[in-house]
């Protein structure tokens, strides 16, 4: 690919479009996940008895084990919801910049 097409593709508003909601919506995934991941550490550094508690009484399972398997589940479902607004609105996005690419390298 020429630098010339690099440079089109870098100068068209819908890649700054891509870019920018993208980069917002990866960001906003990984602070969640940040914030989820080291809550819970946090967690079970400063208060490990509460961790310890049953979830209900009489009950096996405890607080920590539930919020764990809680986040399993949430961090499948946050990585599918990724793939699925990747596939339906950046690749849509990528698909314009692609084409009117190729529409200006054949003029």
Not at 61 to 90: C, D, I, K, R
Request: proline share 3%; glycine share 6%.
């Amino acid at each position: 690919m020429s630098s010339e097409l690099y440079e089109q593709i870098r100068n068209n508003p819908t890649f700054h479009e891509l870019v920018t909601r993208r980069g917002r919506f990866a960001w906003t995934l990984t602070i969640i996940s940040l914030v989820l991941f080291y809550g819970f550490v946090m967690a079970v550094a400063f208060a490990p008895a509460s961790l310890g508690q049953p979830i209900a009484e009489g009950s096996m399972m405890t607080v920590g084990v539930a919020a764990e398997m809680f986040m399993f589940v949430f961090f499948w479902l946050m990585t599918a919801f990724y793939v699925h607004t990747a596939n339906s609105q950046y690749d849509d996005l990528t698909n314009q910049i692609v084409r009117s690419a190729l529409k200006g390298k054949k003029s």
